[in-house]
């Protein structure tokens, strides 16, 4: 069974903090993808990642940066948190890219203060 | 401009009746088909997807493509369908999720 998890499941921050969220997963995939969902607007790709090092701005990019130094691990950076990025991130991960299954961790409710 | 339309936020039937979840999406292509469900308090996982042409839980979804509708269906909906539900048209580059549509499938 693929594994995907997120470092938090809430994490609570004030406006301006640099805030980090964690992604793993445990098969090996090469792609691996950083949603935000709220009601109403269903998921929203922010950004994505083919391969170590490699990055693809998805739908709403701005405001967020995001790092993998390795394969397993894709990080979500809030360089400066506001209180519009109040919401559930979700990460993902797949085999064969996009258009193929996604993987997802269980979300981080991430509320900025 | 909408690239995926789920139009009902939330459908209501009751166990036992059958069950149309709608999906229309705005762009060309052959985009690869995915509904994805999201049951209370667990994590997003794959439902179907139209290529494997699967019937999952009972579901189904069909493809029109002179419509460009990928409609999920299930005859005869259970308790436990209670959930979620994104359609997910998906290309190499473009990857858009539906809004969503909560099932609430009552006894």
């Known amino acids: 069974d693929v594994k995907v998890t997120q470092s938090s499941r809430y994490l609570v921050k004030r406006t301006g903090e640099k805030v980090f969220l964690e992604c793993v997963q445990d098969?090996?995939?090469?792609?691996m993808f950083w949603y935000r969902q709220d009601p109403g607007l269903g998921l929203r790709l922010i950004y994505f990642?083919?391969?170590?090092?490699?990055?693809e701005k998805g739908d709403i990019p701005e405001g967020y940066s995001v790092s993998r130094e390795k394969k397993e691990r894709f990080s979500l950076i809030l360089e400066s948190a506001s209180t519009n990025q109040t919401s559930m991130y979700l990460c993902?991960?797949?085999?064969?890219?996009?258009?193929?299954?996604?993987?997802f961790g269980p979300g981080t409710r991430l509320t900025v203060l | 401009a909408q690239r995926v339309t789920q139009p009902e936020k939330l459908l209501s039937v009751f166990k036992g009746a059958p069950v149309e979840l709608k999906c229309n999406y705005s762009?060309?292509?052959?985009?690869?088909l995915f509904w994805y469900v999201q049951y209370s308090r667990q994590r997003l996982q794959l439902l179907l997807r139209h290529i494997s042409r699967e019937s999952i839980k009972g579901f189904t979804a069909d493809l029109n493509k002179g419509e460009t509708s990928f409609h999920l269906k299930k005859p005869f909906a259970q308790e436990e369908d209670s959930a979620m539900y994104y359609c997910?048209?998906?290309?190499?580059?473009?990857?858009?999720f539906g809004s969503g549509t909560k099932l609430n499938v009552k006894p």
């Open positions: 993902a991960s797949s085999l064969g890219g996009a258009a193929d299954t996604q993987y």
């Open positions: 997910a048209p998906i290309n190499f580059n473009k990857f858009y």
């Open positions: 098969m090996d995939h090469e792609n």
């Open positions: 990642s083919y391969d170590v090092k490699m990055k």
């Open positions: 762009y060309s292509g052959s985009p690869e």
